[in-house]
């Protein structure tokens, strides 16, 4: 997905879905109130969760992304709040900054961008070391957190993919997708073995970060603008099952059936939900 190219569609589709939940989680694990903490969120995209955390208190925040055009529609989200705020353009993995800086530090939907790896390998199951740049970016994390802070990651695990009303109609692109996300025991593992501890997760059923008067929209599946919301449908263009997923569309609109067919694909995301929150502990030292 060029985000450079897609920016502000992709801004018009997505919510800060589950923020009250994540900054309940943030105070409680670390002891402290919204306005005495200070958060890195790393990969902050357009800054709807950037946004979520400021409206909710917080003393100030670190939003660093790799996009220019992300960060500038990011810089317009949290104007408002501008004088407890410091944007930054900056990739992933490197976090440059000072060992111990960050109360919290949030990766929303990031990570699994940054390891071509696990695109490109050949190897039929992968492991936590085909991930190398998500492990990177969480040694920078253990690195930067303050004793007793807080790492979140949002996610998808396995059953959250197979949530997504497409994957079963699109099994290439569906485990394409699901080899750029480390697995749920890898990434358990590789947060133990940095000495991140407590460490937990949280699945929402039927959440989604996506709107979802656009996301059930299934009907314009053959309009490119509409598969800008959702860099997913990349991951179908690219796999080759684009025009068959588009002509199945069709052929339930033609029968009338569409919105219960769309209801049994749906099956699965009011049980898991689209993503899952993780979390995990920096001991005090």
Not at 18 to 28: K, Q, Y
Not at 34 to 45: F, P
Not at 76 to 103: G, H, R, T, W
Not at 249 to 276: C, D, P, S, W
Request: proline residues 1%.
């Amino acid at each position: 997905m060029d985000y450079e190219a897609f920016g502000n569609s992709y801004d018009e589709a997505r919510v800060a879905d589950g923020i009250d939940m994540m900054c309940n989680m943030i105070t409680g694990l670390t002891g402290k109130s919204m306005a005495e903490i200070n958060l890195l969120d790393a990969g902050c995209g357009t800054g709807n969760y950037s946004l979520g955390f400021l409206e909710r208190g917080l003393k100030s925040l670190k939003m660093i992304d790799a996009s220019e055009t992300m960060l500038k529609n990011a810089k317009c989200k949290v104007e408002k709040y501008k004088e407890f705020v410091d944007i930054q353009q900056m990739a992933l993995p490197k976090l440059e900054f000072a060992n111990k800086s960050f109360d919290v530090i949030t990766f929303v939907q990031v990570l699994h961008h940054i390891d071509s790896v696990a695109l490109h390998s050949e190897k039929d199951v992968l492991s936590k070391d085909d991930y190398p740049n998500l492990i990177e970016s969480l040694k920078h994390s253990y690195r930067i957190l303050r004793s007793g802070g807080v790492l979140m990651l949002d996610t998808m695990f396995e059953e959250n993919i197979d949530s997504f009303w497409w994957t079963s109609l699109c099994p290439k692109a569906s485990k394409t997708m699901k080899r750029t996300r480390i697995k749920k025991e890898d990434l358990f593992q590789v947060l133990r073995e940095l000495d991140f501890t407590d460490i937990s997760y949280i699945a929402r059923p039927n959440s989604s970060f996506i709107r979802r008067d656009i996301y059930d929209s299934i009907e314009n599946i053959g309009d490119a603008h509409w598969r800008s919301y959702l860099s997913q449908y990349k991951l179908v263009e690219t796999s080759g099952e684009l025009d068959g997923l588009i002509d199945i569309v069709q052929k339930k609109i033609e029968e009338g059936t569409l919105q219960e067919f769309f209801a049994e694909l749906n099956r699965n995301l009011l049980t898991y939900g689209h993503h899952v929150t993780v979390f995990a502990k920096k001991a005090f030292n």
